[in-house]
């Protein structure tokens, strides 16, 4: 008389099993048994994970890390997912690289930016950050145009006329003399 028992995973109806020796399974054994066999075991015994922490953890149980795929390297294995989803443990999804493939696999593609001064695309030297300049030609003339701006700015508000004066006149011979044409473009200024 066989007892009603089925299987926690599939749901089958199991059955004493007959071992090797060609005895059949006590019954204190059958009614400890849960699964009708080892694959049911494993298959119950796989849980979604619920951290990412988790996640990462049960694909380094899945996949032995022997030595890169890539690269062939042997020190710093990690398990790489292809699909970048870590809850998609599948075995074709796992990928084993050394630390230095990992990191080129995540790294972000460099910026690319437009210099403000010539307008061409280029990538910046430095990937984190944005640059505003394309070369060091472009730099000394945004910088000499720069300066242009602010010195026009700066000459109209003190008076330009008197500093463009100065500078196309000829030098006076004498002190006195020079003290007197300072004034004149002092009071010159003044008035303008």
């Known amino acids: 008389m066989e007892a009603s028992k089925y299987c926690r995973h599939c749901g089958q109806k199991m059955h004493r099993r007959r071992q090797p020796s060609g005895k059949m399974e006590t019954w204190t054994?059958?009614?400890?048994?849960?699964?009708?066999?080892?694959?049911c075991f494993g298959a119950s015994r796989v849980r979604v994970p619920v951290t990412k922490a988790e996640a990462h953890e049960r694909a380094?149980?899945?996949?032995?890390?022997?030595s890169c795929e890539r690269c062939g390297g042997l020190d710093w294995l990690q398990v790489h997912h292809r699909d970048r989803n870590p809850f998609?443990?599948?075995i074709h999804n796992l990928e084993v690289l050394c630390a230095s493939c990992h990191r080129s696999e995540h790294k972000a593609p460099p910026k690319q930016s437009i210099c403000i001064n010539c307008g061409i695309s280029f990538v910046a030297r430095w990937k984190r950050k944005t640059a505003k300049i394309c070369s060091a030609r472009c730099a000394s003339e945004f910088g000499r145009i720069?300066?242009?701006?602010r010195w026009a700015a700066e000459w109209a508000s003190c008076g330009a006329r008197a500093m463009q004066s100065s500078r196309k006149s000829p030098r006076p011979s004498s002190k006195n003399s020079s003290a007197q044409s300072t004034e004149s473009k002092i009071r010159e200024a003044k008035n303008v």
């Open 146 to 149: 720069s300066a242009q701006k």
């Open 88 to 90: 998609n443990n599948e």
């Open 60 to 66: 380094r149980q899945i996949k032995k890390r022997n």
């Open 29 to 39: 054994r059958f009614h400890l048994r849960r699964f009708c066999d080892l694959q």
